[in-house]
């Protein structure tokens, strides 16, 4: 395994597999401007500052106060560097018009000031920077190409680990001089290219002998924390998958997700036409995750930070309590302002320094506004797996034209929406002279979601899914279907109060019949008793005739057997 | 190493004194060589009008720096102005009497030499 040394540039160890070669040279060219100093100096900074190896920095173009003064705004402090004895800065300053030839020479200077500056601090990491000043300075190429071949080998036999940069030669050259020649262990090509009017940096490792390195382009950016490179871990597709339900704050969309929401670092896709509400819904889940505590980041690309706040507001949604406390950032950047790439490397940053578990971006259709899906896919890609990977959850809003809600589903959003876990589509609903707004869950992976289409309503109090009336086969929404509503409601009073006169009617007709049962109880104890008497008397009769006419006989002469 | 001053009687323009350093590296064949070539030089053309310094930065590297040298050997001519630098081994005398403003570069009549 090839020993390699850490940049410690977010993004490029993922590249190269842990770093630049250790102890070796390596070339870094580019057109003018494109940030070869600026990728340079943080190689040395970050080593002298993270990993403890300090580093010379030898620079052929500008002097050491400039470039003090260039890195300061990315936050490196040169002057306390090499206060600490940590950065060696050197400047070179070859003025062609003041040097005459007068034989055989060689660069031994060079070597000399450039040993001298390592031993000084101790250094394992030499940028020369640009070398290629010197074919400007010294008229004698030949003597130069010899001594550019010994000072290669020289970094090498003491063991640097070192950045040369070149200045991109024309045509298929990678350097105006051909240093690429003396460099053959690892070669990174930086990019500017301007598409549509924005500019786009790239980067691509061109060669590293002895070692799997990504082939592709990567974007990068040099942003407030130094150069990034858009990395490409995310491409694996292992990312881990959670169980766990993260609610989207709105409680009948959660019903309409098997009651609990969407899955943890799952992504929702949002799409509507103008007006349907997919920034409420954006806005409604960043709103519910800061109220568990959780951090949130939400990208805005249409509003400024403010206005979201204002607007949002007018749905019951308070932005900006959580802005002050700290759980939720909100970012608002014109698209155009980079190129898609760029815009992916600013949130990959920005993710990475606040550490959110939600991030909303709205709407992704503005970013990729100018580009060809081709493009927008793979980089789009990135970000989801990239906020999967951080286990975090992401909501995406588009925006699809009105007369683009059917076609859309097959065609153009087709290769977004794959990427995409969970698919809220949001539609106007336009009847009886009213436009009401609908949502349904197109999709959702791994749960049993709803199949039905609901009344989505915005109103001072917050969002609000209703149950959307059906009418033959026509969807009922608005006023619609609140008529609708109240005609079943009377329909069912109405339905009650015949059901109460008839209870009544029932019950007065079973007292009445209690009554009666009553009354003939009555008659039917008195008959009885009637007897009783009846019988009695009869009994008493008897006794009295017997006793008057023959004491001896019993009675009932008079009952003779018949 | 210092040959010190003595005037000339000739002409005004030999009157002027020349401050020259030659850094080396070390003793090696080149820097032994430029010694010897920029020493004839002197004595046959600046006779008793130079301050010649032998440097050798491989002793003293900080020189290198604070004097921007990037080729061995390099001869600087701190005076008279302008500071002129000859990089090699000295061995193009032709070139550095030119330099110098000890001879006018083939035939025109310049007083500030070749650039």
Redesign the interface.
């Known amino acids: 395994m090839l020993p390699k040394a850490r940049t410690g540039i977010d993004g490029l160890d993922e590249i190269t597999g842990g770093g630049l070669p250790a102890g070796r040279p390596t070339l870094v060219c580019g057109s003018a401007g494109c940030g070869k100093t600026m990728l340079a100096m943080e190689f040395l900074v970050r080593g002298a500052t993270q990993y403890g190896e300090p580093g010379v920095f030898m620079t052929f173009e500008e002097n050491a106060a400039e470039l003090t003064a260039n890195v300061r705004s990315l936050g490196f402090d040169l002057d306390e560097l090499a206060a600490a004895k940590m950065i060696a800065l ?1 400047h ?3 003025e062609r ?14 070597f ?2 450039l ?3 390592i031993d000084t601090i101790g250094a394992k990491r030499v940028v020369l920077d640009t070398l290629e000043a ?1 074919f400007a ?2 008229p004698n190429h030949a003597i130069l190409r010899a001594e550019l071949r010994r000072l290669f080998r020289w970094l090498k036999d003491r063991g640097m680990t070192a950045i040369i940069t070149g200045e991109k030669g024309d045509g298929n050259a990678i350097t105006r001089h051909g240093l690429e020649e003396y460099v053959a262990d690892c070669v990174i090509i930086l990019d500017q290219r301007i598409k549509e009017q924005i500019s786009t940096r790239r980067l691509r490792v061109l060669k590293y002998r002895g070692t799997a390195h990504g082939m592709n382009e990567y974007p990068f950016l040099i942003g407030e924390h130094g150069f990034s490179v858009l990395p490409i871990t995310s491409l694996q597709l292992d990312h881990p998958v959670s169980a766990e339900r993260v609610p989207t704050g709105i409680a009948r969309l959660d019903e309409m997700l098997e009651g609990e929401g969407v899955f943890r670092a799952s992504s929702v896709f949002v799409t509507g036409s103008a007006g349907t509400g997919k920034s409420s819904i954006a806005a409604k889940l960043v709103e519910a995750a800061c109220q568990r505590g959780e951090r949130a980041l939400f990208f805005a690309y249409e509003e400024s930070a403010a206005q979201i706040i204002r607007n949002m507001l007018s749905i019951n949604i308070d932005l900006a309590t959580w802005v002050k406390k700290g759980l939720l950032q909100i970012h608002s950047s014109r698209p155009t302002l980079y190129g898609l790439e760029q815009h992916l490397v600013m949130m990959h940053e920005s993710v990475n320094a606040f550490r959110p578990t939600m991030v909303a971006v709205d709407p992704i259709s503005n970013l990729t506004l100018a580009y060809d899906d081709a493009d927008v896919n793979p980089t789009l890609m990135r970000l989801i797996d990239f906020l999967k990977q951080k286990q975090i959850t992401a909501v995406f809003t588009s925006l699809t034209s009105e007369a683009m809600v059917e076609p859309m589903q097959e065609n153009s959003q087709l290769g977004v929406s794959s990427l995409m876990d969970t698919w809220l589509l949001l539609r106007n609903v336009e009847y009886s002279g009213e436009r009401n707004r609908t949502i349904f869950v197109l999709k959702s992976r791994g749960m049993a979601h709803s199949n039905q289409v609901r009344e989505f309503v915005l109103s001072d109090a917050g969002i609000d899914l209703v149950d959307v009336h059906l009418s033959g086969d026509r969807v009922l929404t608005g006023r619609a279907r609140i008529a609708q509503e109240e005609d079943e409601r009377v329909a069912l009073s109405t339905g009650h109060a015949d059901h109460l006169r008839t209870l009544r009617q029932l019950e007065s007709k079973q007292k009445t019949i209690e009554a009666q049962i009553a009354a003939l109880q009555a008659e039917s104890e008195a008959v009885h008793l009637a007897i009783g008497q009846e019988s009695v008397r009869a009994a008493d009769q008897q006794i009295l005739a017997g006793t008057k006419r023959q004491p001896g006989g019993a009675g009932g002469t008079q009952r003779k057997p018949v | 190493m210092n040959t010190k001053n003595v005037p000339e009687t000739k002409a005004v323009a030999a009157l002027v004194q020349y401050v020259l350093r030659l850094y080396i590296t070390g003793s090696t064949p080149r820097s032994l060589r430029a010694i010897a070539n920029i020493r004839a030089i002197c004595q046959e053309h600046l006779k008793g009008r130079y301050d010649l310094e032998v440097l050798d930065i491989a002793q003293q590297p900080q020189l290198a720096e604070g004097e921007q040298i990037i080729a061995a050997p390099t001869l600087i001519k701190k005076a008279p102005l302008p500071i002129r630098r000859f990089i090699g081994d000295m061995s193009e005398t032709e070139r550095i009497l030119i330099g110098l403003d000890l001879r006018r570069a083939s035939g025109t009549a310049t007083d500030s030499g070749s650039r």
């Open positions: 050197d070179v300053h070859v018009s003041e040097i005459e030839e007068a034989g055989d020479y060689d660069l031994e200077g060079l000399i000031r040993g001298h500056a010197l300075g010294l």
